[in-house]
């Protein structure tokens, strides 16, 4: 059902394209009012405006829903990989354990100073 909807969306994608540059400008109405050879079209002088219109229009609602129910696939499809047990990373307090430890170990051995001492020399 998912591969279907991407291929109808995929579909009126490229026929919106094609129908929006099919489409004449509104500066071409003045041209045709003149002889520009519009009443020769397939669609009359007039024809072809409202036609093109109502197509695109059909063709962009098609395309909305088609663009929503993808969506609502998308969401269910990450619902289920939720659901699927993929690890999430979570926070807590085992991740400074490992740093705890190290920080313990290191008071137990007293460091060596220079002179052979052991510990660090008191401040006066």
């Known amino acids: 059902m998912e591969t279907l909807v991407v291929v109808v969306h ?3 994608a490229v026929a919106l394209v094609g129908l929006v540059l099919i489409q004449q ?3 071409a109405d003045a041209g045709a009012a003149f002889g520009g050879g519009a009443s020769q079209t397939v669609f009359g002088s007039q024809g072809s405006g409202s ?3 109502r197509v695109t229009t059909i063709l962009a609602i098609v395309f ?3 663009s929503f ?3 609502v696939f998308a969401k269910q499809r990450a619902e289920v990989a939720g659901e699927a047990g993929i690890p999430v990373v979570e926070e807590s307090s085992d991740v400074a354990a490992p740093v705890e430890q190290a920080a313990e170990k290191d008071a137990a051995q007293p460091a060596e100073a220079e002179g052979g001492e052991q510990g660090l020399p008191e401040l006066e």
């Open 64 to 66: 909305f829903v088609t």
């Open 69 to 71: 129910s993808l969506a």
């Open 51 to 53: 036609f093109l219109t």
């Open 25 to 27: 400008g509104k500066g």
């Open 10 to 12: 995929v579909v009126i």
